[in-house]
């Protein structure tokens, strides 16, 4: 987060994540996983390295992320670039294509894909045995790509689908796949990640910062210190509501899916 490169060292949400998709990986042997989570904790980095390690580690392997934006297909890139940039010599893949929207591990015959979710029918064709997608509660046509894109990944040993969000209110795709999940009518796990698992979400504490009631409870029931509640209210403050709040860093999954207040 500070811009310098540095050795990809798992933070904690990293690691329950990892933890979840190897549990279910080793029990059904694929993945199938649906993640509601707060901003900036790293699971879209967590993905990217993992796809970037299966695909070129195996032949003919094929892993494609779907964004919600341009600007995040760059951001997404620019991860899975880095990755491969600073690859040690001696497992690093050669390139045979390389640009802002694929990397193709030519003799490997594998490769890595990126598009956006506002392209209708994109990634349709493709078989795939990876596929990332990314803040899927803000695609645009989510059910076309839901019925479309996740079908190129066949039911097979070894392939993964791994889908991704914050939350955008309380109706919408997203939502329903969550709810889905969590009552154990598909085949997908849910997996939820609140903010204040983050070491960095937190605060100093100043003499005049007193709790309200309702500060209180929370730092209660989630077993909050004060530099976490005080960094709570300071971003509360920031997004203007406690309900963009919720949206963007839920405590829980009820939280995330709130309406607005």
Known sequence: KNGAIEPFVLNGAQCYLHDCLEQQRQRIGRVRAIILKGRQQ????????????????????????LTHLDEASKTIYQIAKRFHDHCPAPVKPHTGLSNSRELVFDRLDSGYRI????????????????????????????DEHMAGILQAVPDAPGTEIILES????????????????????????????????????????????????????????????????????????ELGSLSAFRREYPATPDEAFMADM
């Open 42 to 65: 790293g699971c879209s980095t967590y993905v990217e390295g993992r796809f970037y390690w299966k695909v070129t580690h195996q032949k003919g392997a094929q892993a494609f992320i």
């Open 115 to 142: 598009g956006t979710a506002k392209s209708p029918g994109i990634g349709r064709s493709n078989t795939l045995q990876f596929f990332h997608g990314s803040e899927v509660a803000y695609w645009s046509n989510a």
């Open 166 to 237: 914050t939350a955008s209110g309380p109706d919408g795709l997203f939502r329903d796949l969550c709810a889905e999940a969590l009552a154990g009518r598909s085949d997908y796990q849910f997996i939820f990640i609140p903010w204040f698992w983050q070491r960095e979400y937190r605060k100093p504490v100043t003499p005049s910062f007193i709790l309200t009631a309702d500060e209180s409870d929370i730092g209660q029931n989630h077993t909050l210190d004060l530099e976490q509640l005080c960094w709570r209210r300071q971003k509360i403050a």
